[in-house]
């Protein structure tokens, strides 16, 4: 068995990654994959935008959405507040995407407003953390 393989099963993740974080789509957050424009385009239109850079073979990544399955599917209104994006680390690692917002590596997450970010997680798994961002993101929703 290949290490990435192995690392794959543990983790518990697979390379046909669902675009739905939790199986209770009624509280589930929607992760849209990015293209070109996306983030500009929800930022102009004034929504709070929740960017994961992730790759599929990462296990940090992997912890984290488990972290962001749990939290929106406990609270609704993150899904319903926040849009999520996932920008997929091995397309687009060196895109502007990327590299504009100085991304030093998968599992970093992002909260966007306008042209604000607001808050920056870089593998961090830490639920509280994850939260306050998230609630961070819903408290600059209602402005």
């Not at 983790?11 to 957050?29: D, I, Y």
């Not at 073979?57 to 209104?77: G, H, I």
């Not at 998230?134 to 600059?140: E, F, I, R």
Request: glycine share 4%.
């Amino acid at each position: 068995m290949r290490r990435r393989d192995f690392m794959l099963m543990t983790a518990g993740v697979t390379l046909a990654a669902p675009l739905v974080f939790a199986p209770a789509a009624r509280a589930a957050a929607t992760m849209l994959d990015y293209t070109p424009g996306l983030i500009e385009e929800r930022l102009k239109g004034g929504e709070v935008v929740f960017v994961d850079y992730h790759a599929t073979w990462c296990t940090t990544c992997a912890a984290q959405q488990r972290v962001l399955a749990a939290l929106t599917e406990a609270n609704p209104a993150y899904a319903e507040k926040i849009t999520f994006i996932n920008v997929d680390w091995d397309t687009w690692k060196k895109d502007a995407v990327t590299t504009s917002r100085n991304i030093p590596r998968r599992s970093t997450l992002l909260l966007l407003k306008g042209d604000q970010e607001l808050m920056r997680i870089v593998a961090g798994t830490k639920k509280a953390d994850i939260q306050a961002m998230l609630d961070m993101g819903l408290s600059v929703a209602a402005v």
